[in-house]
T-cell receptor, first 112, second 115 residues
Framework: SQQGEEDPQALSIQEGENATMNCSYK?????LQWYRQNSGRGLVHLIL?????REKHSGRLRVTLDTSKKSSSLLITASRAADTASYFC????????????FGAGTRLFVKA | DTAVSQTPKYLVTQMGNDKSIKCEQN?????MYWYKQDSKKFLKIMFS???????INETVPNRFSPKSPDKAHLNLHINSLELGDSAVYFC??????????????FGPGTRLTVL
């Protein structure tokens, strides 16, 4: 079965608002990654958080990881229309980087 | 410079035909992947090669055969195409499978439509 499950499936917000997406997974992991996919394009890596980390920042992105709840969240602050995309979490399923298992994604729409 | 490239970008074909998709990466990575993304955007790994050797084969039908002539190329050949094969196929590469930081770089995708 699928490792990562994102929620919500879709999110629509106004420019300037914050967007929060959540991801849950089922098995132990060594790391968790977030990727972005613009329409008609390949995925682009955003950020990786290791299993022994609880929070990580990169620009307007903030990722948290709670291994006890097997969940992660991605926060995009001060969203822009250009942030409109699908966002996927991905884990290694405890394989130590040999495999990357993607969730179904959250579709974010930022209205200008 | 394109890091991971795929050809063709679009492929429309009849059921029963055989087709190939090519992938090349110029990042010097050891590991390459093929993913299938269905109409609901669910991305599923199909194959992974590390230095030309198959390391992941995710119960994909035998009609799908990957070939890696060298570590910069991973091609996907599909025999006897079926309607259910319609999807977007993504090639990706990473520095080396098994690294704790295994960021993947994706190609632009090949949209396959089987009629």
């Amino acid at each position: 079965s699928q490792q990562g499950e994102e929620d919500p499936q879709a999110l629509s917000i106004q420019e300037g608002e914050n967007a929060t997406m959540n991801c849950s997974y089922k098995t132990s992991i060594n790391n968790l990654q977030w990727y972005r996919q613009n329409s008609g394009r390949g995925l682009v890596h955003l950020i990786l958080i290791r299993s022994n980390e609880r929070e990580k920042h990169s620009g307007r992105l903030r990722v948290t990881l709670d291994t006890s709840k097997k969940s992660s969240s991605l926060l995009i602050t001060a969203s822009r229309a250009a942030d409109t995309a699908s966002y996927f979490c991905a884990t290694d399923g405890g394989t130590g980087g040999f495999k990357t298992i993607f969730g179904a994604g959250t579709r974010l729409f930022v209205k200008a | 410079d394109t890091a991971v490239s795929q050809t063709p970008k679009y492929l429309v074909t009849q059921m029963g035909n055989d087709k190939s998709i090519k992938c090349e990466q110029n990042l010097g990575h050891d590991t390459m992947y093929w993913y299938k993304q269905d109409s609901k955007k669910f991305l599923k790994i199909m194959f992974s090669y590390n230095n030309k050797e198959l390391i992941i084969n995710e119960t994909v039908p035998n009609r799908f055969s990957p070939k890696s002539p060298d570590k910069a190329h991973l091609n996907l050949h599909i025999n006897s195409l079926e309607l259910g094969d319609s999807a977007v196929y993504f090639c990706a590469s990473s520095q080396r499978a098994g690294l704790s930081y295994n960021e993947q770089f994706f190609g632009p995708g090949t949209r396959l439509t089987v009629l």
